[in-house]
T-cell receptor, first 116, second 115 residues
Framework: EAGVAQSPRYKIIEKRQSVAFWCNPI?????LYWYQQILGQGPKLLIQ????????DSQLPKDRFSAERLKGVDSTLKIQPAKLEDSAVYLC??????????????FGPGTRLLVL | AQKITQTQPGMFVQEKEAVTLDCTYD???????LFWYKQPSSGEMIFLIY??????QNATEGRYSLNFQKARKSANLVISASQLGDSAMYFC????????????FGTGTRLTIIP
């Protein structure tokens, strides 16, 4: 079974430029998450989708970040304009609720963004 | 709101020894899940083990076991017979079982296995 795919793996941009990240979740997983991981910290949720609807975007800086999940499969995360503090690893995860209460999230390899 | 605390920024362990990584959590919700993830230098978060708040027995997955002490709100990861490939960052995380399932992560522990 293929895992979560993300691209690009690395991106270097200058501040005030725009950038987009792409994620393809595990087939059949209804829930998709975008996390931001700043160096030395644990990941922090930016946005959660259930199929193509937003469940939680309370931590998403909406003045510069946007995300969509058209057709309930792939997702893109965009930053426009980028700031220096956006330098981080952006992790995409997907999950599927199985019998019982366990819903395990599986992560992609991440996109390392450096804003100069 | 949930909170995860990992108090060990770094640990060095001799190869083949067992190691315990500490994790304490805080939540007022009675139904939750606890997770451990491994993050090698490549950056991917690899799921290791899960413990539900109502599970009576400690979870085990191969060389990984989770020492769940509910009254103390601790969920320590035990790795038996450590290997060089275990060198990585380890994150403890939790979510609630109903409603929003987002993971709340700790700050991580960097484990280095010494040959």
């Amino acid at each position: 079974e293929a895992g979560v795919a993300q691209s690009p793996r690395y991106k270097i941009i200058e501040k005030r430029q725009s950038v987009a990240f792409w994620c393809n979740p595990i087939s059949g997983h209804a829930t998709l998450y975008w996390y931001q991981q700043i160096l030395g910290q644990g990941p922090k949720l930016l946005i959660q989708f259930q199929n193509n609807g937003v469940v939680d975007d309370s931590q998403l800086p909406k003045d510069r970040f946007s995300a969509e999940r058209l057709k309930g499969v792939d997702s893109t995360l965009k930053i426009q304009p980028a700031k220096l503090e956006d330098s981080a690893v952006y992790l995409c995860a997907s999950s599927q609720r199985l019998a019982g209460n366990q819903e395990t999230q599986y992560f992609g390899p991440g996109t390392r963004l450096l804003v100069l | 709101a949930q909170k995860i605390t990992q108090t060990q920024p770094g640990m060095f362990v001799q190869e083949k020894e067992a190691v315990t990584l500490d994790c304490t959590y805080d939540t007022s919700d009675p139904s939750y899940g606890l997770f451990w993830y491994k993050q090698p230098s490549s950056g991917e978060m690899i799921f290791l083990i899960y413990q539900g708040s109502y599970d009576q027995q400690n979870a085990t997955e191969g060389r990984y076991s989770l020492n769940f002490q509910k009254a103390r709100k601790s969920a320590n990861l035990v790795i038996s017979a450590s290997q060089l490939g275990d060198s990585a960052m380890y994150f403890c995380a939790m979510n609630l079982n109903f409603g929003n399932e987002k993971l709340t992560f700790g700050t991580g522990t960097r484990l280095t296995i010494i040959p």
